[in-house]
């Protein structure tokens, strides 16, 4: 198969990126269209006017729960507890990601307060609305996968992932498959991460490619977002998806995109493998 390499817009200038990949992953956060809570329309269109100069195509991340210091307080969004301003927020997300013809646009899951199904259901109720408004803008709202490193997350599991996807029942949601989260999750155990791929094939509609060791650590939960071949993760795992979308490189630096789309390219000459591995089947 041939893949499409995307990579996200914090690793490098978009100039720089267009470069090397066929698609960029527009992350809201980090690209300075707000001034505190307020969407800045002229940086819109600086960024409008700077991509319709390029030839890459584009995928967009929301705003979410972000626990570090730099992330910007006024665009946090716990989809689990969302009130009108993170409605807003998420609601702007979804025009932007209309506006620059964006063909997917990552959420994160909710957070655990209190009752784990309380959580998860409030979750679902607000995702059944942003999916609605999706729907109309014609986008595909991705669900990503978060680690289980880190107690409070939702949707960590393949099977709560799936769940939340079926229960909303939109065809304007389906997955973000994140490896590295879900190599967290497996608690590196690649029979276990092979077994998470083949339950989540068919629903997914972007990738989100980086390393990690798959144990809890000091920093991140363990999610250090690696150049591919820094971690434990076997990628040839992905040759399970029956996937012909955007495999995006979430990693920090021009040396890590060059490094992983080396290795996501020599993935696609080779064949899928034949042999099914269950996770009871795999070494402990």
């Known amino acids: 198969m041939k893949m499409m390499i995307g990579a996200s817009s914090f690793a490098s200038p978009l100039p720089e990126l267009e470069k090397e990949v066929d698609s960029i992953e527009l992350y809201i956060p980090k690209l300075r269209l707000y001034n505190g809570g307020k969407l800045m329309k002229e940086r819109v269109d600086e960024l409008h006017d700077l991509l319709s100069t390029g030839r890459a195509l584009t995928t967009m991340h929301a705003p979410y729960f972000g626990e570090l210091p730099n992330y910007p307080k006024e665009l946090i969004v716990d989809t689990s507890h969302m009130g009108s301003i993170q409605f807003r927020l998420m609601g702007e997300s979804i ?13 994160h899951p909710g957070k655990i307060s209190g009752d784990r199904e309380k959580s998860f259901s409030r979750m679902v109720e607000n995702l059944k609305k942003l999916s609605f408004e999706a729907e109309n803008h014609g986008i595909i709202l991705g669900l990503e ?83 591919p071949g ?17 495999f995006n490189l979430e990693v920090f630096s021009m040396d890590a995109v060059r490094a992983g789309k080396s290795l996501l390219s020599d993935l696609s000459k080779h064949p899928k493998p034949d042999k099914a591995v269950h996770p009871k089947q795999s070494p402990e």
């Open 230 to 246: 820094e971690g434990n993760i076997d990628f040839s795992v992905l040759r399970e998806l029956e996937f012909k979308g955007v």
């Open 95 to 107: 025009s932007l990601a209309s506006e620059f013809g964006c063909s997917v646009l990552t959420v």
């Open 145 to 227: 996968n978060k680690e289980g490193t880190d107690p409070t997350n939702l949707c960590c599991t393949v099977d709560e992932h799936l769940r939340a996807i079926r229960e909303v029942n939109s065809p304007s949601l389906k997955a973000t498959f994140d490896i590295g989260h879900a190599n967290l999750t497996c608690s590196g155990n690649m029979g276990k991460l092979r077994y998470f791929v083949r339950e989540l094939n068919g629903n997914v509609a972007h990738v989100h490619v980086h390393d990690n060791n798959g144990v809890l650590a000091e920093s991140y939960y363990g999610d250090m977002h690696g150049a």
